[in-house]
């Protein structure tokens, strides 16, 4: 079975934040999920879902919440998949509370980071995680990032002549 993404978020008012993680997935064809449930409003929901997520052919979630990040840490709870916490910049805080919430998960119940508003990261790692067991997906990354490497040579030869002509 293909395993799939699950990204979740704690609002609606996230999607904006998450879409380049759903850019990044889609990039590399990789089968993903968008879903809201709220750690505080909808508990049992939130549970749920990470309760069925494998059994629904989920190999990784992404959480991506603001504030106390506390939807990491509930979807954790819930299952053994590999979850990413996606921290949302919101508030007064700039998202640094969000942060420091998901890196400071209690022992026994690991959750994994990207930085602030890190969503083309979190979906990277979350292709990472599933090109363990999926070769094609592990080649089209390799392919992604052959396809950056060739844009930074190019940037570098784009100064290099600059520099090169700056009479």
Known sequence: M?????????SENDLPRVQPAVAALDSLDVPLRVSVASAHR??????????????DGVGVIIAA???AHHLGGAMAANTTLPIIALPIAVGT????DSLLSAVQMPGGVPIASVGV???????????????IEDSALADRMTAMRETQLKGVEKSDARV?????NRD
């Open 42 to 55: 909808s508990p049992k929901r939130a549970a749920s879902i990470a309760q069925s997520a494998r059994e």
């Open 93 to 96: 805080m700039g998202g640094i």
């Open 117 to 131: 508003d890190g969503a083309k990261n979190a979906g990277l790692l979350a292709a990472s995680i599933l090109s």
């Open 160 to 164: 290099q002549n600059k520099i090169a």
């Open 65 to 67: 919440a603001g504030g």
């Open 2 to 10: 293909k395993r799939s993404v699950l990204i979740i978020m704690g």
